[in-house]
């Protein structure tokens, strides 16, 4: 939470209308879930490279 705190607080989330402001939460949620994790992660997640394929215990592709 205190990322996507920190994310809203500096962008301009609030220009618009609501649907631009859901987009952008979206876009968000998606960037972080999918994005790797570095080596050391990875290594104390048995393997996992980000969140998404630790919760799913899949991996969607080798070099996201």
Known sequence: MRSQNKDFDRGQHFH?????????????AILHHYGPWCKKSAKDNN????????LNRKRYHDNW
């Open 16 to 28: 618009g209308d609501l649907k631009s402001a859901n987009k952008r939460c979206l876009a968000w």
């Open 47 to 54: 393997g996992a490279t980000c969140p998404a394929e630790r």
